[in-house]
């Protein structure tokens, strides 16, 4: 074991660790008391440290480096300098059978596993008794979980789980997922968001929305002229025939023009939401924008709802680079449109066109549909 760990320059973070540890914490502050401890813990680090200057570190990475540097754990560095295991609270061989006989007790299996149970038993900080009550709940939980690069094929929402943001037990199941993904711990609301909706589930079954209009089951709404924003929860319109564009203004002017034709509005994004409704049409006719992005979600749109092309050719390209319009220039990301080989061929013309400009012919057809 390499002992440079004992120089008085660690001497700060070491204190600050031993405190994050034993409260469970996920992060540490720390300050640099000088130039020298500031020029060590950056070395260890692998990042900027300013003597005097306050910085958060994240005690699963410091674990990562203190391994890479000194050649064993956190924990066993903390043990060595205070004389007793930092947290103290469950013992390394019974976290690693009560969370081992958990998993494997609902089936979880990959190489992730014993990277999470390591994990869960340095950071999670649960007692013997919390965790013989918590392990097979989270167990159960995580093999719900979508843990593989493909999209999921159905949503769960985080209480389906029986799961409560900020408790223990959501805690684990998080971990459990970063781990399998490959990816760090997430560190703000957003980016657990984007983590639970990789795994294929929501945080609620509310907030996240797609915009229609003229949806069955939604006639009461269309009759007074107003749009639905549809929930995972009222995704359900199995069979129906749909029109799929990307911008609002094109399910507003619908609304103006009388049209009936049910109608989906992306907003530029495949949520959720979007996904499950695309993945029950009976068909759907797909336009979006005129730029890299745009035909990006064309594609997936096309692909989920097994689709057709709507006005999204290299002719309705060049028809729609009417004189006189302030169009944008392309950004110089690659175009795909496997739909029509000869539409980016067509973009070379190097103008993005957004649907807002063809908006007046995409309402001419949905009042014939």
């Given at each position: 074991?390499?002992e ?12 600050q ?5 034993a ?5 540490l ?6 130039a020298?401890?500031?020029s ?5 680090l692998g990042?900027?440290?300013?003597a005097?200057?306050?910085?958060t570190?994240?005690?699963a ?11 064993c754990?956190?924990?066993e560095?903390?043990?060595s300098?205070?004389?007793e295991s930092a947290?103290?609270?469950v013992a ?6 009560i969370?081992?006989?958990a ?5 979880v299996?990959?190489g992730?596993v014993?990277?999470?149970v390591d ?5 999670a900080?649960?007692s013997p008794?919390?965790?013989a009550g918590i392990?097979p709940?989270a167990?159960a939980a995580?093999a719900?979980l ?12 985080l ?5 409560v943001?900020g408790?223990r037990?959501a ?5 459990a ?6 990816v ?9 968001r984007r983590?639970w909706?990789?795994s ?5 079954a509310?907030?996240t929305?797609v915009?229609t209009?003229?949806?069955p ?11 639905t924003?549809?929930?995972i929860r009222d995704?359900?319109?199995a069979g129906v025939d ?8 094109v399910?507003?002017n ?7 034709f ?13 996904r499950?409704l ?9 336009h979006g ?5 745009g035909?990006?979600?064309t594609q ?7 689709g ?6 290299a ?14 220039a392309?950004?110089?990301?690659p175009?795909?449109a496997?739909?029509?080989p ?7 013309a190097g ?9 007046e ?8 549909f």
């Amino acid at each position: 074991m390499n002992e440079e760990y004992l120089r008085p320059e660690f001497a700060v973070l070491w204190r600050q660790a031993r405190t994050a540890v034993a409260r469970g914490q996920v992060k540490l502050g720390f300050k640099a008391p000088d130039a020298a401890a500031a020029s060590a813990v950056a070395g260890l680090l692998g990042r900027e440290v300013t003597a005097g200057v306050g910085m958060t570190v994240v005690v699963a990475d410091l674990d990562v480096r203190v391994r890479a540097l000194f050649s064993c754990g956190l924990d066993e560095v903390l043990s060595s300098l205070f004389g007793e295991s930092a947290g103290g609270v469950v013992a390394p061989a019974e976290a690693d059978d009560i969370l081992g006989a958990a998993v494997a007790a609902a089936g979880v299996r990959g190489g992730w596993v014993s990277s999470w149970v390591d994990q869960a038993r340095r950071y999670a900080k649960i007692s013997p008794t919390d965790l013989a009550g918590i392990a097979p709940r989270a167990a159960a939980a995580i093999a719900r979980l979508h843990l593989d690069a493909s999209a999921p094929a159905a949503w769960l929402v985080l209480s389906d789980l029986g799961l409560v943001r900020g408790t223990r037990l959501a805690g684990l199941v998080l971990r459990a997922a970063a781990v399998a993904h490959g990816v760090p711990l997430p560190r703000s609301t957003s980016d657990e968001r984007r983590l639970w909706e990789r795994s294929g589930v929501l945080l609620d079954a509310v907030s996240t929305t797609v915009l229609t209009w003229a949806f069955p089951g939604c006639d009461g709404r269309t009759e007074l002229g107003l749009p639905t924003h549809l929930t995972i929860r009222d995704a359900i319109a199995a069979g129906v025939d749909a029109a799929v564009c990307t911008s609002p203004v094109v399910v507003d002017n619908s609304i103006a023009a009388g049209v009936r034709f049910p109608v989906i509005c992306l907003s530029g994004h495949l949520n959720p939401v979007a996904r499950t409704l695309l993945s029950r049409l009976g068909g759907a006719r797909v336009h979006g924008d005129f730029d890299a992005h745009g035909l990006l979600i064309t594609q997936q749109a096309l692909a989920i709802s097994n689709g057709t092309p709507w006005r999204m050719s290299a002719a309705d390209y060049r028809a729609a680079l009417t004189p006189g319009r302030d169009l944008q220039a392309l950004t110089p990301d690659p175009l795909v449109a496997p739909w029509d080989p000869e539409l980016p061929e067509a973009m070379r013309a190097g103008w993005a066109v957004p649907e807002d400009a063809v908006a007046e012919s995409l309402v001419a057809d949905l009042l014939t549909f």
